[in-house]
């Protein structure tokens, strides 16, 4: 059954309607309803097993419930489920795909990061973490035709099962985010700031740099001959490098890592600090943690992988070890800390159906299996292996350790390799569940052309080939990025209703809670009697994802869960 909840556009009476739907194509009526109050008694009222609430935007719609005391079960974003079907795979042929733009198709105050940036940025923490715009459709759209038209497509798409489950899915996703928004994760301000006064200094004047910074910075000058240097203008900071004779093309700390020079080490310690500073600093401190409560601003399907981006400065992809000890239990309460032991490449095997691979997983520690199935010789060539696989750094350490890996795990390695191949072609690829990538954009197709056009000069052919390149790095990971976010999303909304049943007739936050999700880790705030059902809930959750995307796999999805009083001493 449905509860189709929408807005009344240019009312002064009514703010709201409802409509009651056995099916999607019901007939139906609007009721009027006039604000949020009389809304949340409707909602509370209303809420059952078996009720699906139907509305735009849950980011909109849900933290108000919330705030009324009221909690739903299920609903069905229409917003996140556009953008899936409009661009999936699966649904290329049909109607909906091909219809022009809509108001559906307009951004919102949860835009998708820009794809532009995808190919060489996508797997960036600082991409990842970026900042989102945020603007409002102004025209009217009605829910219920968009509703039809998406149950419409998907029926239509001959993978009704999967592209169900990931709406679904990401539908409970977008619940579970408000969720942990509303009930923020325990943080002592006090502690934080002490951390920060040990790793940085005294907290500074406005505008000036902590006194550890300065000290460190110091030692760069010194060794650089630069007295003058602003290490955090890039450019700035790649002419001195280049002065002191080093051969370096950019300042990104892996690459500085390859250095031999007095000045690398302070370097690396000043950017590391710095980044400390601006992501989770005295500034961040101020604006984002009240009550003792951090509250994770998230946006689901934020990266085009599915993965979850944040919003605003909130940083909530991003809370480093420096500073995780001051996130504190509440007296009586636990934090029980999970994540997914190295899930991407058991997502790997398990969507290649590569038995050897599922095999070397049984080993809790996977690349520690790997060398244990005579592929590779040691756990650090494993690790680079697998990864150089996943993410396309086949040169160098990783290139010589590719045909190896290769005749180990052909049908994982071929599985990768088949994804990057396609992006070199320009083509999409698709996860496991029906989300697909985009296309290239701009002038890629144009300069991909003309670089084999009559007149067309080596650097045109070799600019095009770095390109394709490029794009291929991009899905190859694509799939397995996206569908360990799939995996995610059903380990999150399985568990979130199973920590629902824990609770009973409790309310949220009396409850055990999630509060905190990095990819895949999540954190749950506990009642300290109730750990042992939660930690059973976790990794019950954890084995119903990997049976709803891959059914019956002999893959394994390990976890490390830790029972703890500060989210520093999870392991």
Request: charged share 25%; glycine share 8%.
């Amino acid at each position: 059954m449905f509860r189709v909840l929408a807005r009344v556009e240019g009312s002064n009476r009514v703010r709201f309607k409802l409509a009651r739907l056995e099916e999607p194509d019901s007939a139906f009526e609007y009721s009027p309803v006039q604000d949020w109050s009389e809304l949340a008694r409707i909602v509370s009222r209303e809420e059952a097993p078996g009720i699906r609430w139907v509305w735009d935007d849950t980011a909109i719609w849900y933290p108000p419930l919330l705030e009324a005391g009221v909690r739903v079960e299920r609903c069905h974003d229409l917003r996140l489920a556009h953008v899936i079907l409009r661009n999936s795979e699966f649904t290329a042929d049909t109607g909906f795909a091909r219809a022009a733009p809509t108001v559906w198709d307009e951004p919102t105050g949860e835009q998708t990061i820009h794809l532009e940036q995808a190919s060489t940025s996508l797997f960036d923490d600082e991409f990842l973490n970026q900042s989102l715009e945020t603007s409002n459709t102004s025209q009217a759209a009605d829910p219920i035709e968009e509703l039809r038209a998406q149950r419409k497509a998907i029926e239509a798409s001959g993978e009704s099962g999967r592209l169900g489950l990931l709406v679904a899915a990401e539908s409970a996703g977008a619940l579970v985010a408000s969720e942990m928004h509303f009930a923020g994760l325990p943080l002592r301000a006090e502690l934080h700031e002490k951390m920060l006064a040990e790793l940085l200094g005294p907290r500074p004047v406005l505008g000036m740099r902590p006194a550890r910074l300065e000290a460190v910075l110091a030692r760069v000058r010194v060794a650089l001959q630069s007295p003058e240097l602003n290490p955090d203008s890039p450019s700035e900071l790649l002419k001195a490098l280049r002065q002191a004779g080093l051969r370096v093309a950019s300042t990104r700390s892996w690459d500085l890592r390859k250095l031999d020079h007095p000045a690398i080490e302070p370097l690396l310690e000043y950017k590391k600090l710095s980044r400390l500073l601006s992501a989770n600093g005295w500034h961040w401190l101020d604006a984002n943690v009240h009550d003792g409560r951090f509250r994770p601003d998230y946006v689901v399907g934020g990266v085009v992988t599915g993965r979850w981006a944040s919003k605003g400065g909130g940083g909530a992809l991003q809370l480093p070890k420096q500073v995780r000890g001051a996130v504190v239990a509440d007296p009586g309460w636990k934090l029980v800390v999970a994540d997914a032991s190295q899930l991407e490449p058991r997502i790997l095997a398990a969507l290649s159906g590569d038995t050897a691979m599922a095999e070397a997983g049984r080993a809790r520690d996977m690349y520690a299996g790997i060398v244990e199935s005579g592929a590779i010789k040691s756990r650090d060539h494993a690790k680079v292996a697998m990864l150089g696989a996943m993410y396309g750094a086949t040169t160098g350490e990783s290139g010589r350790l590719m045909p190896a890996l290769t005749r180990a795990f052909p049908r994982a390695i071929g599985l990768v390799e088949s994804a990057a191949r396609a992006g070199e072609r320009g083509e999409i690829v698709t996860t496991r569940l029906g989300r697909s990538s985009p296309k290239p954009g701009g002038n890629w197709r144009e300069l991909q052309s003309a670089a084999y056009e009559q007149g067309a000069t080596d650097a045109d052919a070799s600019r095009a080939r770095g390109q394709a390149r490029s794009w291929g790095r991009f899905t190859r990971n694509f799939v397995v990025q996206g569908t360990a976010a799939e995996w995610a999303l059903c380990w999150m909304a399985t568990l979130r209703g199973l920590l629902h049943e824990l609770g009973g007739e409790a309310w949220l936050t009396d409850a055990p809670h999630l509060v905190f999700f990095l990819h895949d880790e999540i954190v749950v705030h506990s009642p300290a009697a109730r750990t042992d059902a939660v930690v059973d809930a976790i990794e019950r959750a954890a084995a119903e994802a990997g049976r709803l995307l891959f059914g019956a796999t002999p893959v394994e999805f390990p976890l490390s869960i830790s029972v703890v009083d500060s989210y520093a001493d999870a392991k």
